[in-house]
């Protein structure tokens, strides 16, 4: 099971809501990167954090995540590097953590 816990951000935009809303739209390729780790090791479980950058058009121009393994956190950085966000109000890039809690069923 996948659950998103608070997400940070510094500047104006996209918000909270904002955000959440578009993980949403990426969350089975998120949910997909645990799985894949969750097979080997059935007791996997933990908190990754993706820190991100939506520039000026809402696009992702850096992803980084950290957290259970260097694979699962690589395969959500690319996830939310894919991702399309609402463009910064004021025109200027926002920086996001937005922090995941993985538990086994």
Same mark, same amino acid.
């Given at each position: 099971?996948?659950?998103?816990?608070?997400? @940070?951000?510094?500047? @104006?935009?996209?918000?909270?809501?904002?955000?959440? +809303?578009?993980?949403?739209?990426?969350?089975?390729?998120?949910?997909?990167?645990?799985?894949?780790?969750?097979?080997?090791?059935?007791?996997? @479980?933990? +908190?990754?954090?993706?820190?991100?950058?939506?520039?000026?058009?809402?696009?992702?121009?850096?992803?980084?995540?950290?957290?259970?393994?260097?694979?699962?956190?690589?395969?959500?950085?690319?996830?939310?590097?894919?991702?399309?966000?609402?463009?910064?109000?004021?025109?200027?890039?926002?920086?996001? @953590?937005?922090?995941?809690?993985?538990?086994?069923?």
């Amino acid at each position: 099971a996948i659950r998103a816990l608070p997400i @940070e951000r510094a500047g @104006e935009g996209p918000t909270e809501r904002e955000v959440q +809303r578009v993980l949403r739209r990426v969350r089975s390729r998120i949910q997909s990167c645990y799985a894949v780790a969750v097979e080997s090791r059935p007791d996997l @479980e933990g +908190r990754v954090t993706a820190s991100f950058v939506v520039g000026s058009h809402g696009d992702v121009l850096r992803s980084h995540a950290a957290g259970l393994t260097g694979d699962v956190a690589g395969c959500i950085s690319d996830a939310v590097a894919s991702a399309r966000f609402p463009a910064p109000r004021n025109g200027l890039p926002v920086s996001v @953590e937005a922090p995941f809690h993985f538990a086994a069923h």
